[in-house]
């Protein structure tokens, strides 16, 4: 019998020969589209050697229509192992629909970014309402994720900053950890996640 832990490892290498490590982030978390909970979730230990805005051609920050979501990560699904792309499922995952609208929209993703409630960085409403955290996050040391470069490095989650005033920023995970919010222009290394 074969047993699995949360924070388990698996290395992976890219098209381009990027080595990458997966880690186990939950189990039966993350509801697939074609019905049920998907069995395992994962997502990066650290972060890609690619970096990317969040924010669109309007400049608008937000998770469904953005350059990162249209563009960085079908290119980042592009160079997965043909044996890896087979097994993973479409999930559904819930965003705010954008920094000035508390809406939240549904989408579905084969990979896709962490929202700010999911590393559990901000659990009011309507943070709350894009998902529940995965237990590998439990404080800030367990958010740091480096880059190619071995440096702490800021990551963007999928969520907008809520904010009347501005359209331009989201809520990033800090070099230490933390969480706090950044323009969406800004280009910064990736943590993806994905369902099997």
Known sequence: ????????????????????????????????????????????????????????????TRWVGSTMRDTTIPQIHDKLSSELKRCIVEVYKKSIES????????SIDKLWLFSCSEVGGK???????????????????????????????????RSAWRSDNYDSYMWVVTNSGG???KSGGTALPICFGFCI
């Open 179 to 181: 969480v706090t919010n």
């Open 123 to 157: 659990t009011d409403n309507p943070y709350a309402l894009e998902g529940t955290i995965y237990p590998i996050f439990t404080d800030d040391n367990s958010r740091l994720k480096y880059n190619s470069k071995g440096t702490a490095s800021n990551w963007f989650t």
């Open 1 to 60: 019998e074969v047993w699995f832990n949360i924070g388990d490892e698996k290395p992976i290498t890219m098209s381009d020969g990027e080595n990458l490590t997966l880690q186990i982030y939950d189990f039966n978390h993350d509801d697939k589209v074609d019905g049920g909970k998907a069995s395992f979730t994962f997502g990066l230990k650290n972060l890609t050697k690619q970096t990317s805005e969040m924010a669109n051609l309007y400049g608008l």
């Open 99 to 106: 920094a000035s609208s508390s809406n939240i929209v549904t």
